[in-house]
């Protein structure tokens, strides 16, 4: 049994880390209060996400995707995870699919942030960039984020919020991914990363159990 207090979170990136950052700049404005960002896992060595945590303090790990296979990968992770008391996972921009043997074991412990209003532009090959290039051409007026939990199903896990984000006139890819970020990504994903260690620090549950 988990003793009630405060929620370790590690949070799995591989790219830039502006999702990562809202998390952090969330917990210094006390938006997130029942957990604590305890590790940040890389699968890529050159993620600037890295540089991100190094300056704000936190540790971090790299597994490198590509040298290993799915389950080598997962069974390095399996072991972060317990090595350091983890609680919640949280995916923000992470870009590997993880297998239905390491989701199972986590069943609403793990978090994901995606740039569309779910089950839109979603699943298997949707991710960055993508989604907002297939939303534009599809030609939808409105976009948004989702955040959801985790299971094995590609962006299929149960919705926790979601955001809204109006399509605008010219809009290009890249400038309604930075809008579809700083007005819904970055507001959910620390508000459902509270609402869930709230629920986990009330409920005092190990991992997995
Ligand atoms: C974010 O837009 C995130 O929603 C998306 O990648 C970007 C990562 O940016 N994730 C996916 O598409 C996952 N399917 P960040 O590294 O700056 O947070």
Redesign the pocket.
Known sequence: MKEKGTVRIAVF????????QALIDAERAGIITHGKISLVVSNNPNAY?LTRAENAGIDTVIIPGKELTQDAFETKLIETLEENKIDLIV?????KILSHNFTRRYPERIL????SLIPSFCGKG???LK?HEEALRYGVKVTG?TVHYVNEIP?GGEIILQKAVAIKKGETAESL?QR??RQA?WIILPKAVELVSKKISTEGKEIGQ
Request: aromatic share 10%; no cysteine.
């Open positions: 990136v591989s790219g830039g880390g502006t999702n990562l996400a995916l923000a921009g992470f870009m994901n942030v995606h740039p949707f991710y960055g989604v984020a962006d991914q579809v970020m990504e």
